[in-house]
């Protein structure tokens, strides 16, 4: 196990080595992950972790992917998406074309359930998503479109309280254990690998949606990235971050108005 003086040493090594900068990261949070990394891949000391990461390449994903966190689920907070379908997919109606940009996609759940409400409220066939995550496991994944039934049952329950129309068994296919999203869904959405630490403006997009993200960086971070939506969305576009996160203390704060407090969405006003 490592502590927290021995996490520069290894922020550095990455970035050096890979190109991955996670000198902003909230420490508490690279250290309980890394140290995870560290019980499940039986590594024992900060020598062996060094030597690991530099000899064996191979075996970076699976650090990559125990770093940044990717937990998601079909319709999570269906208070969230109720009120996406209550105050910002009503306005976006009157656009022509719509881009939204999921930032932090994880396996693509939530992009799935975008796409899924879009369509039942006949606007998918004018909408691009662009789902984007760092880690090229997640976005391949995210790619296949394949889930296990175990938790079905809780999506289902997501997809109703949140609006759904439909029955959610509607939009996979099953053979009894997995189920795979329907491919006329995936037609509108591009699963890209983007780093939001290094990486610039995506695309202008009217909704941009990176929730439970901004929490595992620290302020500094927090407030580039911000920016970079705020420049990734024209007048009047929107961003729906976590309910644990704000715009609050960022330098964007001002440029933004509140459209739900609860579920912390945000329209764009100068």
Not at 42 to 56: H, P, Q, R, T
Not at 169 to 196: P, Q
Not at 241 to 249: P, Q, V
Request: one cysteine or more.
């Amino acid at each position: 196990m490592i502590e927290f003086n021995d996490l520069k040493e290894i922020v550095f090594l990455v970035e050096k080595q890979y190109g991955y900068d996670f000198s902003d990261y909230s420490r508490a949070s690279m250290l309980r992950r890394i140290n995870r990394f560290m019980e499940i891949s039986n590594i024992g000391s900060i020598v062996d972790l060094k030597y690991e990461l530099i000899n064996n390449s191979g075996n970076f994903n699976t650090f990559l992917n125990e770093i940044v966190v990717n937990v998601s689920e079909f319709f999570r907070d269906p208070s969230f998406f109720k009120s996406l379908i209550t105050n910002v997919f009503p306005y976006l109606e009157s656009y022509p074309k719509i881009n939204i940009w999921s930032a932090g996609c994880s396996f693509g759940e939530e992009t799935y359930s975008l796409a899924i409400l879009l369509k039942e409220l006949d606007l998918l066939h004018k909408s691009r998503l662009y789902a984007t995550d760092i880690s090229s496991n997640a976005i391949e994944k995210s790619k296949k479109g394949i889930y296990s039934n175990k938790s079905f049952k809780e999506y289902s329950n997501n997809y109703f309280s949140c609006g759904g129309k439909e029955s959610l068994n509607e939009y996979f296919i099953s053979d009894g254990k997995k189920s795979i999203i329907n491919s006329d869904l995936k037609k509108e959405i591009l699963f890209t690998r983007h780093n939001l630490v290094a990486d610039g403006v995506f695309k202008e997009c009217q909704l941009i949606l990176c929730r439970n993200v901004l929490i595992y960086f620290n302020e500094d971070l927090q407030d580039k990235v911000l920016n970079l939506f705020y420049n990734s969305l024209p007048i009047h576009g929107f961003l729906a971050l976590g309910n644990k996160e704000s715009l609050r203390f960022s330098s964007v704060f001002d440029k933004f108005k509140e459209i739900d407090s609860t579920e912390k969405i945000y329209q764009k006003i100068k």
